[in-house]
């Protein structure tokens, strides 16, 4: 087991990847160390955006990688590689779940875990990365201003035991990061593929020309979006560049 063999917990932290970046400056710590709390006074999400949870209720985990062996044009895989873990964590108690490109987790139409991956990059190798997890698990209300949330009590009427829960995504993630080692990069690119919210069919998108009618194709090198236009034209985003139009 890499992912997992080691459980570093905070009761309430400003933000686990915060701090593990902190701890990986002074030190080397194990691969696959999970640092996780109870409570985030200032969680991160994507793009400076915050990520709020109530406290003891959900994941607010940030995993230890040493991937020295993806190259740095190639760090989409371990976004793919975390979404997968994450939807097969899902898996043991949904019937479907989705990633929504580049990598939020969503069930139906609506967003049950994020994603911060944030690397260390130096040269042509990559340092670290501390694969940042906020996973919805017990939370029932959620603020207004969070667009769409779900956690899984939400979608099941049940309450989950997080201590199991922490153990079981570390399985699942540590499945698919031993995939990656592999190098089993196909399959692993395949079945993201397979997973994407909206694949291959017709919805409203924005870029930066305006809104349009397209389907997802695929995901390309860097982990480009592929979107074909109605007039057959074909696209290739990068974050921030498209918008679904939920
Ligand atoms: C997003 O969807 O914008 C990404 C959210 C990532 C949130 C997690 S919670 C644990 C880890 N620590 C942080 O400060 N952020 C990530």
Redesign the pocket.
């Known amino acids: 087991m890499i992912i997992g063999s080691n459980l570093l917990f905070f009761e309430n932290l400003p933000?686990?990847?915060?701090r593990t970046a902190d701890l990986l400056k002074k030190s080397r710590l194990p691969e696959g160390t999970i640092v996780y709390t109870n409570y985030?006074s200032?969680?991160?999400?994507?793009s400076g955006?915050r990520?709020d949870?109530e406290e003891s209720k959900n994941l607010?985990?940030?995993v230890v990688l040493f991937p020295s062996f993806v190259n740095p044009v190639d760090q989409f895989y371990i976004s793919m590689t975390v979404s997968l873990g994450i939807c097969d964590f899902l898996m043991r108690f949904l019937t479907d779940c989705s990633v929504k490109w580049p990598n939020?987790i969503y069930v139906n139409n609506d967003k049950i875990a994020?994603?911060?991956i944030e690397s260390s990059v130096s040269g042509d190798q990559i340092e670290y990365s501390v694969a940042?997890?906020?996973l919805n698990i017990n939370q029932e209300k959620f603020s207004d201003t969070i667009p769409n949330p779900v956690s899984l009590s939400r979608l099941t009427g049940r309450s989950y035991d997080l201590s199991a829960c922490l153990i079981e995504l570390g399985t699942d993630l540590d499945k698919r990061y031993k995939q990656l080692i592999a190098g089993n990069r196909l399959q692993i690119k395949e079945e993201y593929v397979s997973k994407l919210y909206r694949l291959n069919e017709w919805f409203e998108f924005r870029d930066i020309k305006g809104r349009y009618t397209g389907r997802i194709l695929t995901v390309a090198d860097y982990g480009r979006l592929q979107i074909e236009m109605e007039n057959g034209n074909i696209n290739e985003y990068a974050f921030k560049e498209i918008e679904f139009i939920l």
């Open positions: 933000s686990t990847n915060t985030q200032a969680g991160r999400g994507y955006n990520w949870s607010l985990i940030s939020d994020g994603i911060l940042g997890i906020g």
